[in-house]
């Protein structure tokens, strides 16, 4: 990665408010801003849910629905013993 776009990423970054930068003589210091990062978690942490909860009802659905006999209904019964454990 070249050295503007280092410079660019960190710009993004801090405009964001999940870095802070300051110029020490040649150098440029930055700091992650752990507050920002926890706002950023609980957010995504909150949409993990909704979508949990969504595609946990859409497996449910298409279990009832399915044939019995229909090619892949095994997936099915894995993808719902791998998502307890999560």
Same mark, same amino acid.
């Given at each position: 990665? @070249?050295?503007? %776009?280092?410079? /660019?990423h &960190?710009?993004?970054?801090? /405009?964001?408010?999940?870095?802070?930068?300051?110029?020490?003589? +040649?150098?440029?210091?930055? +700091?992650?801003?752990?507050? %920002?990062?926890?706002? =950023?978690?609980?957010w995504?942490?909150?949409? *993990?849910?909704?979508? /949990?909860?969504? &595609? =946990?009802?859409?497996?449910?659905?298409l279990? /009832?629905? %399915?044939?019995? #006999?229909?090619?892949?209904? #095994? +997936?099915?019964? +894995?993808? *719902?013993?791998?998502?307890?454990? @999560?």
């Open positions: 990665m @070249s050295l503007p %776009a280092v410079h /660019q &960190l710009g993004v970054l801090e /405009q964001a408010g999940i870095v802070s930068c300051e110029k020490r003589g +040649r150098e440029r210091w930055c +700091r992650l801003q752990s507050d %920002a990062l926890a706002h =950023a978690e609980k995504i942490g909150a949409r *993990r849910g909704l979508w /949990q909860q969504r &595609l =946990a009802a859409l497996d449910d659905f279990a /009832q629905t %399915a044939p019995k #006999n229909a090619v892949g209904s #095994n +997936r099915s019964k +894995r993808h *719902r013993s791998r998502r307890k454990d @999560s």
